[in-house]
């Protein structure tokens, strides 16, 4: 399985990216594709998730209202489009790929390279 994460970049605040996530290999419908992000000095944190098979969505409190993540299944794809960007979301994002649903990152057995989001003031 491979996880290959794009669509980072630099952004003022209150702008918008979308960040995308190809996954390469079999999926089911219990699978969870995660979202998690790591900003310097700080662990990596959860983000959002979404199962493949009925695409139910789950978000940190940070992010309700502003992201929102969704797939692709006919792609293998998975979206974040992440609206109203604060300088606080500045960090690098993972997807990673979990058996079923958890906002640990240690559930997550596959991930992705990371892609860089900045957003300044």
């Known amino acids: 399985v491979q996880l290959q994460a794009s669509g980072g970049g630099l952004v003022q605040a209150g702008g918008s990216l979308r960040l995308s996530c190809a996954a390469s290999?079999?999926?089911?419908?219990?699978?969870?594709m995660g979202w998690f992000r790591q900003a310097p000095g700080k662990e990596r944190e959860f983000v959002a998730c979404?199962?493949?098979?009925?695409?139910?969505?789950y978000y940190a409190d940070s992010v309700k209202g502003r992201f929102a993540i969704s797939r692709d299944n006919a792609k293998n794809t998975v979206y974040l489009q992440m609206n109203s960007l604060k300088p606080e979301d500045t960090a690098v994002y993972y997807c990673?790929?979990?058996?079923?649903?958890?906002?640990?990152?240690?559930?997550?057995?596959?991930w992705g390279q990371g892609t860089q989001v900045t957003v300044s003031s």
């Open positions: 979404i199962r493949w098979g009925g695409g139910r969505t």
């Open positions: 290999g079999r999926t089911f419908s219990s699978h969870i």
């Open positions: 990673a790929r979990a058996f079923g649903y958890s906002e640990h990152p240690s559930s997550y057995r596959y």
